[in-house]
C-alpha cells in the first residue's frame, strides 16, 4: 500500500476522533445548563470544516490495515448511536418542559405532532440555551454519521444496524441519482430583514417557506444588506431563530465581497460601525486583513480627536486595541499612523465621530491622520486638489436609507450615515466631488457575487449537473423597493438567468403606497410570494 493510502485511512480515523470529541464537549455543555455561546458556535463551526477523505483511496486500500481499524471504527458508530439516543430524550423533554409552560399538555384535540411542532417552535428563541445547544450538536452528529457512513463503506463493514437507526430517524437519506430532469431550472434569493424577521422575530410564514424549497430540493439562498457580525455567527443566529438548517455557503451579507479586496490585507485599513469590535473581529479573523483599527481605538488613545465622544468613554474601553503606530501631527513618514482604506461595515453608532476621523482621512497627506494635505483647495488641480494626494479609498457595504425594525416606523440605516456625510463633505469642501465606493443591494457587483455563491450552492445540491445545467430564473424576494426591487431588475446576469423582483408588505414598503421601483408582483408576505414564484416557474416548462 503506498504511504498515501495510509494516510489517508490514518486522517479519516483522525478525523472520526476528533469528531467524536467534539460532541461529546456539546452534549457535556447542554448538561451542564451552563450559557456558554461561544464555545457551542465554534463547535459548530469547526464541525462543518472537517475534510472527508475521498472514497475511492478508502476502498483500495488493502485488507489488512481496513482489519487493523475495524474495531476503533466500530467503537466511534456505537459512541454515535448513544449520544444520538441522548439527543432524543433531551429534546423530547424540551418540548414536554415547553408545553407544560404554557399548559399545552392539557390540549387533547391537539395532535401529537403539531404539538410537537408548536412546542419546538417555542423553544426556539435566540437566546434559549437549549435550542442552541441542540441545534449544534444536531450539526456534528449529522457531520459525525456522514464520515462514519464512508469509513463503513470502505471496510465492507453490515450496516445493519446503523441503517435501521438512520431510517427511524431521518438524520440521513441516501442522494437520489441527479438526473437533468430532476434539477429546478429557476431559484430563490431572499432578503432577510423584514422578509424572513423583524428584528430578531421571525415573520410568520417564513419558517414554512424555506422548509418547503428545502424539501423540494429547489436552492435559495439569503442576500441581506445586514451584517455586523461574522458569518457563520449570523448563520447560526438566523439558524436558530427561523428553526432552518442553514449554511454560510447559502448567505451573502452587506460586507461578504470585502473579504475579496485581497490588496488590503497586508495593510492598516479603518473599519466602521456594527456593535463593539464584531466587525473589528469579521475583518481580521474571517477575512485576513492583518491590520484593523476601528474609530474607538483612535478615540481611546486621543480623546482629544474628538471632545464629545467623552459620553461613551466607558462604552469604547471595553473593547479597544492599541493603535499600530502612534499620530504624530504632522509627520510624513512611516513612523505614523497611516491608513490604508476605509470600510464601513455595518451602521455607525456614534456618527459624530466616526464622521470626523473618515473626513480627517479624506483631507489628510497619504491617509497619515493628523495631517492635511497641502494640495486641498487647489484651483490647478482636478477636484479642486482634494482627494488628489494619495487618501484611503472609502467603501460603504450597504447603500439602505431604511431598514425595517421593531418599531412601527422605518429606522435610518447606513445609507443615512452615508448621506449626512457627503453632506459634512459638500460643506468642508465647498462642493468637490466625493469619491466613494458602494457595494450591497441593488448594486450590480453584489448580485453578481450573490449569484456565484447561488450556483455553487446548486452544484453542492446537485453535483457537477446543478453547474452545467442552465439556472433560467431566479426570484427576488425583498421589503425594500430601493434596494430589493431596484436591484433585481436592473440586475444583468452573465450567465444569462433572468431575475424576476417580488415585493412583500411585512417591511419597509407600506400597502397603499406607490413603489419607488415596480416590482414583478406584490404579495402578502413571503409565504405567498414562494408560492407565486413556483407556479410562475411551472408556466416556463
Known amino acids: 500500500m503506498d504511504s498515501?493510502?495510509?494516510?489517508?485511512?490514518?486522517?479519516?480515523?483522525?478525523?472520526?476522533?476528533?469528531?467524536?470529541?467534539?460532541l461529546e464537549s456539546s452534549i457535556n455543555i447542554l448538561d451542564s445548563g451552563v450559557s456558554d455561546y461561544p464555545r457551542l458556535?465554534?463547535?459548530?463551526?469547526?464541525?462543518?470544516?472537517?475534510?472527508?477523505v475521498s472514497e475511492n483511496e478508502l476502498v483500495t486500500a488493502q485488507s489488512s490495515l481496513l482489519s487493523e481499524i475495524q474495531p476503533e471504527v466500530s467503537v466511534l458508530l456505537s459512541r454515535v448511536e448513544t449520544y444520538l439516543d441522548k439527543l432524543e430524550r433531551r429534546e423530547q423533554s424540551l418540548i414536554a418542559k415547553a408545553e407544560l409552560q404554557e399548559g399545552r399538555l392539557s390540549q387533547p384535540s391537539r395532535s401529537g405532532t403539531q404539538a410537537n411542532s408548536a412546542a419546538k417552535s417555542r423553544i426556539c428563541h435566540p437566546l434559549n440555551l437549549d435550542l442552541i445547544s441542540f441545534h449544534c450538536m444536531a450539526t456534528s452528529i449529522r457531520t459525525c454519521l456522514h464520515s462514519s457512513l464512508k469509513v463503513q463503506r470502505a471496510l465492507s463493514l453490515q450496516p445493519q444496524c446503523l441503517t435501521t437507526t438512520i431510517s427511524q430517524r431521518r438524520s440521513l437519506r441516501t442522494k437520489p441519482q441527479v438526473t437533468k430532469s430532476s434539477v429546478p431550472d429557476y431559484a430563490f434569493a431572499?432578503?432577510?430583514?423584514?422578509?424572513?424577521?423583524?428584528?430578531a422575530t421571525p415573520i410568520p410564514g417564513a419558517r414554512d417557506a424555506l422548509l418547503r424549497l428545502q424539501r423540494e430540493k429547489i436552492p435559495f439562498i439569503l442576500l441581506t444588506n445586514g451584517g455586523g457580525k461574522s458569518e457563520p455567527e449570523r448563520v447560526a443566529d438566523l439558524s436558530s431563530r427561523l428553526d432552518v438548517e442553514l449554511d454560510t455557503g447559502m448567505f451573502v451579507q452587506s460586507h461578504t465581497p470585502f473579504g475579496e479586496y485581497g490588496h488590503y490585507k497586508e495593510g492598516t485599513v479603518l473599519v466602521v460601525g456594527g456593535d463593539y469590535d464584531k466587525c473589528q473581529r469579521v475583518a481580521k479573523e474571517n477575512y485576513g486583513f492583518q491590520k484593523v483599527v476601528t474609530p474607538?481605538?483612535?478615540?481611546?488613545?486621543?480623546?482629544?480627536i474628538w471632545p464629545f465622544a467623552k459620553v461613551f468613554a466607558d462604552y469604547y474601553k471595553q473593547f479597544a486595541k492599541p493603535l499600530p503606530k502612534p499620530?504624530?501631527?504632522?509627520?510624513?513618514?512611516?513612523?505614523?499612523l497611516k491608513i490604508d482604506a476605509i470600510f464601513v461595515y455595518n451602521d455607525p453608532r456614534d456618527w459624530g465621530l466616526d464622521s470626523t476621523i473618515i473626513l480627517d482621512l479624506l483631507l489628510s497627506s497619504q491617509g497619515r491622520l493628523g495631517t492635511l494635505s497641502p494640495k486641498n483647495n487647489d484651483p490647478s488641480l482636478p477636484n479642486s486638489g482634494f482627494l488628489q494626494d494619495g487618501q484611503p479609498n472609502l467603501y460603504y457595504s450597504n447603500p439602505d436609507l431604511w431598514w425595517a425594525s421593531s418599531y412601527h416606523l422605518p429606522r435610518l440605516g447606513q445609507g443615512g450615515f452615508r448621506e449626512a456625510f457627503r453632506g459634512l463633505w459638500t460643506a468642508a469642501t465647498n462642493g468637490a466631488e466625493l469619491k466613494q465606493t458602494i457595494i450591497g443591494k441593488p448594486y450590480q457587483s453584489t448580485y453578481e457575487f450573490a449569484e456565484q455563491r447561488l450556483r455553487q450552492h446548486r452544484k453542492r445540491l446537485f453535483g457537477s449537473t446543478g453547474l452545467n445545467d442552465?439556472?433560467?430564473?431566479?426570484?427576488?424576494?425583498?421589503?425594500?423597493?430601493?434596494?430589493?426591487?431596484?436591484g433585481a431588475n436592473g440586475y444583468r446576469s452573465p450567465y444569462g438567468s433572468l431575475w424576476s423582483s417580488l415585493l412583500v408588505k411585512t417591511g419597509v414598503y407600506r400597502e397603499g403606497n406607490v413603489p419607488s421601483c415596480e416590482p414583478t408582483v406584490i404579495t402578502k408576505d413571503v409565504g405567498e410570494a414562494v408560492e407565486w414564484a413556483i407556479e410562475d416557474a411551472k408556466k416556463m416548462t
Request: aromatic share 6%; proline share 5%.
Open 296 to 304: 474607538g481605538d483612535i478615540i481611546c488613545a486621543y480623546p482629544d
Open 327 to 336: 499620530i504624530i501631527p504632522g509627520a510624513q513618514g512611516d513612523e505614523t
Open 41 to 52: 458556535t465554534k463547535v459548530l463551526q469547526t464541525t462543518r470544516h472537517f475534510e472527508l
Open 4 to 22: 498515501s493510502t495510509h494516510n489517508a485511512l490514518q486522517g479519516c480515523v483522525a478525523s472520526l476522533q476528533s469528531s467524536m470529541q467534539l
Open 470 to 486: 442552465p439556472l433560467r430564473k431566479v426570484y427576488m424576494v425583498g421589503d425594500n423597493p430601493e434596494s430589493d426591487i431596484r
Open 190 to 199: 431572499f432578503d432577510i430583514d423584514g422578509v424572513l424577521l423583524r428584528e
